[in-house]
């Protein structure tokens, strides 16, 4: 993601790597024609004309095998630590040892030559939406570079950087971890300027014995920071102390975004609604007034954030404040799509959150939930999977949002896997809508008992797999318009 490319500015070139930039860089050889790369892409599916393509080996397979069907497409080269076969002689090749390491080589080769403003946003949860709000104010402020996706792991931060031209003002990173170590290693490729900790909540049970093991692992984002550098952290949360004594000890800068009235970015009001937020903020001292098109208190306070990191940032607060107005929910994190199943006037409302979850996300999308009215004779209607690495908690957790379910006024629940199991037993009968084991098996019934005028939430952890688990419900629910027109003219033929 990159920011405009305006007027005297000193970006000339979408070139990011020319080959011996990137052989200086890796150590490696070049083999074949010359080549330049817009870009780097480590999967043959979606790779791009004029991207580099690095054939890594993992769990989904080697990268090797598809250097050919990558080349096709249109990558100006291909990083291999070995020459596969069938390949013509001319085939354009960096020939690197280890080509996960080259990747990594890329990564601090574009951050040491960079001299924009690093952004590094971590959290329990909010770092996807946090970052994306970034992207769109700094790329308001100048050029900017953003990580694609939720591109926070060991393989996506130094893809981010590989991917950062040198004529960048701003790169704006999201940094994740599953266990303690993995942000430490993350950071010190960032090296950041100014970090964002959204919150510390407990999402992490199955790697973690208590919430201060998670605090101090979100702590290690601190280690890539040089003294002098900008820590922005949730006042509102119970951790902030710790991570402020944390921070000060490694000679940061801390600053704060909340409610609380000694937070350096205060919310003053939020008007809240079904279709976003009007929102009122202190911003030390400054009252600064902007819409945010996407509903949820949990939005706003990571609002808050940004904000800060402009001001630290030497923007104007007020001016870029109203690139916040124009940002959408990103696919699977509250993306809202209507669909006609048979009273076009009266459609179906499906909120799409199926990319991820956690006890404290669910929460916060069911209040979302609760914000939209159904349309006449609709119902709202949760459809849960699965949330993973809650550890010992796991039964708990799940069981404990019935509460919040009702407090939605969410008439009907469906849910899929044994730990949403526990939830679904302790809901009052009439909101059981049903349960299935496998979530597949909810892609082929909850179409079927939607009515005109529902609300629909699809909700539920990632898994494993290459797509969100409980996308395939949301696929399903997208294709009920034309299986309704299917039928039709099934019926009107038989007739």
Avoid at 396 to 421: F, N
Wanted: glycine share 10%; net charge negative.
């Amino acid at each position: 993601m990159r920011g405009d490319m305006r007027g005297d500015m000193s970006v000339t070139s979408n070139v990011i790597w020319t080959a011996k930039e990137a052989a200086l860089a890796t150590g490696g050889m070049l083999r074949g024609r010359p080549w330049t790369a817009i870009g780097v892409s480590i999967d043959s599916r979606s790779v791009r004309r004029g991207e580099l393509f690095i054939a890594l080996a993992g769990d989904q397979g080697d990268g090797h095998d598809y250097v050919a069907k990558a080349l096709a497409a249109g990558a100006a080269a291909a990083v291999v630590s070995r020459v596969p076969e069938g390949l013509q002689d001319h085939a354009a090749l960096l020939v690197v040892e280890d080509t996960f390491k080259a990747l990594q080589d890329l990564g601090q080769a574009a951050r040491g030559r960079s001299a924009a403003k690093i952004i590094a946003v971590t959290g329990s949860v909010g770092k996807t939406g946090t970052k994306d709000m970034l992207a769109a104010v700094f790329g308001a402020m100048g050029h900017m570079h953003a990580a694609k996706a939720s591109y926070n792991n060991h393989w996506g931060v130094p893809l981010s950087l590989a991917e950062m031209h040198e004529g960048m003002d701003y790169g704006i990173f999201e940094i994740g971890m599953n266990h303690a170590g993995e942000i430490t290693q993350l950071t010190k490729q960032v090296r950041p300027d100014i970090v964002i900790i959204t919150t510390i909540a407990s999402v992490h049970g199955e790697h973690f014995e208590s919430e201060e093991q998670i605090a101090e692992a979100k702590a290690e984002i601190f280690d890539g920071m040089a003294p002098g550098g900008c820590v922005i952290l949730n006042r509102d949360n119970e951790w902030f102390s710790f991570l402020k004594e944390k921070a000060v000890a490694r000679e940061l800068d801390v600053y704060s975004f909340g409610e609380h009235e000694d937070a350096d970015v205060r919310l003053a009001n939020c008007l809240e609604a079904a279709n976003g937020s009007r929102v009122e903020a202190c911003v030390e001292g400054m009252t600064v007034k902007f819409s945010l098109p996407i509903p949820g208190r949990h939005i706003v306070m990571n609002a808050l954030s940004v904000l800060m990191a402009v001001k630290l940032s030497g923007g104007d607060v007020q001016t870029v404040s109203r690139a916040l107005e124009t940002i959408e929910a990103p696919a699977g994190r509250g993306r809202r799509e209507y669909i006609d199943v048979g009273d076009a006037k009266n459609p179906v409302t499906l909120i799409d959150e199926s990319y991820n979850a956690s006890p404290v996300a669910m929460k916060a999308a069911f209040k979302v939930l609760a914000l939209i009215d159904p349309g006449r004779g609709g119902r709202r209607i949760a459809v849960l999977g699965d949330m993973y690495e809650l550890g010992k908690d796991g039964a708990r957790l799940h069981k404990e949002l019935a509460l919040p379910l009702q407090a939605a006024d969410v008439q009907l629940v469906y849910t899929s896997g044994p730990l949403m199991k526990n939830l679904y037993d302790a809901l009052p009968a009439e909101k059981r809508g049903g349960h299935e084991d496998d979530h597949t098996k909810l892609a082929e019934i909850v179409p079927g008992v939607l009515v005109p005028g529902d609300v629909v939430m699809v909700k539920g952890s990632r898994g494993g797999g290459e797509k969100p688990r409980m996308q395939v419900v949301v696929e399903a629910l997208r294709t009920l318009p034309n299986r309704l027109k299917k039928k039709t003219k099934e019926t009107e033929h038989a007739v």
